[in-house]
């Protein structure tokens, strides 16, 4: 069964800091990795979508990076921002043609003005 | 687009009512899906459905029950509460397997 990790479980850095979100799972055999943001009493928004064939992705300020073989993503936030403050999650989708996705409980991030 | 809409927003329900949590899309994504978030746990798959018609069982899907009949709508029921489904649920799409989820803005469940 997949299991996914997410370190540190919650994060507080100064505004203008850049920052990693750590996220491991045991079952390498992914379809794909996906990093969400969810803000208090919300919903998930969508940042990345990593395909197992890719190494990376990019968006703004955002850059998620995939190593299959050791079984981690990290989500890179570069000069972050008091807006950046949400909690970030992880999930893998496995292969097999349905859709099952496990998430990670997720990194809090505060960044401090 | 509104995307994915879930209604209603909040609900309290007496143990052994039954009730029906509506999720709609109108992104036409044939995939769609349920989870619940519990506190110091990842979101965990309910049921999700491939297209109309067809519906599968995810990880935790003893109490709930679903249907498909058309694209946009995907409905949970639950039979008969309980207090151990107290929880936020989360209703998600994605327009085939292997691409991005969007997921609605929940709807808290409280059962007492």
């Not at chain 1, 055999?29 to 969400?36: G, P, S």
């Not at chain 1, 950046?84 to 099952?100: E, F, H, I, M, P």
């Not at chain 2, 327009?95 to 709807?107: A, L």
Request: hydrophobic content about 30%.
């Amino acid at each position: 069964k997949q299991e996914v990790t997410q370190i540190p479980a919650a994060l507080s850095v100064p505004e203008g800091e850049n920052l990693v979100l750590n996220c491991s799972f045991t079952d390498s055999a992914i379809y794909n990795l996906q990093w969400f943001r969810q803000d208090p009493g919300k919903g998930l928004t969508s940042l990345l979508l990593i395909q197992s064939s890719q190494r990376e992705q990019t968006s703004g300020r955002l850059n998620a990076s995939l190593d299959k073989s050791s079984g981690r993503s990290t989500l890179y936030i570069a000069a972050s921002q008091p807006g950046d403050s949400a909690t970030y999650l992880c999930a893998t989708n496995l292969s097999g043609g349905y859709q099952k996705v496990t998430f990670g409980i997720g990194t809090k991030l505060q960044v401090i003005p | 687009n509104a995307g994915v809409t879930q209604t209603p927003k909040f609900q309290v329900l007496k143990t052994g009512q039954s009730m029906t949590l509506q999720c709609a899309q109108d992104m036409n994504h044939e995939y769609m899906s349920w989870y619940r978030q519990d506190p110091g746990m990842g979101l965990r798959l309910i049921h999700y459905s491939v297209g109309a018609g067809i519906t599968d069982q995810g990880e935790v899907p003893n109490g709930y029950n679903v249907s498909r009949s058309t694209t946009e709508d995907f409905p949970l029921r639950l039979l008969s509460a309980a207090p151990s489904q107290t929880s936020v649920y989360f209703c998600a799409s994605s327009p085939v397997q292997g691409y991005e989820q969007y997921f609605g803005p929940g709807t808290r469940l409280t059962v007492t």
